[in-house]
């Protein structure tokens, strides 16, 4: 429903679905990647411990062609993620 239905307020369905916090996050990459609620995922998905389910979003949505695209080499990409969530952890 949360992939291809246009019937309901993303905004209430994120807030909705953060605070119910299933132990499958696919609803939220979803309703996250549809409307633009990005940042609030990966954060949603890193504080909660659910990063096998950032490496599947990475790996699976069209963010990823991006940055093949940006810097050319998988192995570049995954230092840079590695380097993202290094500097993340000591700031939060």
Known sequence: MTRESNFYDAEKTKNFLMETKLPDARPLINVCDRFGFVPDLTHYLYTNNML????????????????????????????????????FRTVT
Do not use: H
């Open 52 to 87: 096998r389910y950032i490496e599947g979003y990475v790996q699976k949505v069209t963010l990823f062609s991006g940055f093949v695209f940006d810097f050319g080499d998988p192995c570049s990409i995954w230092v840079s993620f590695k380097s993202f969530f290094a500097n």
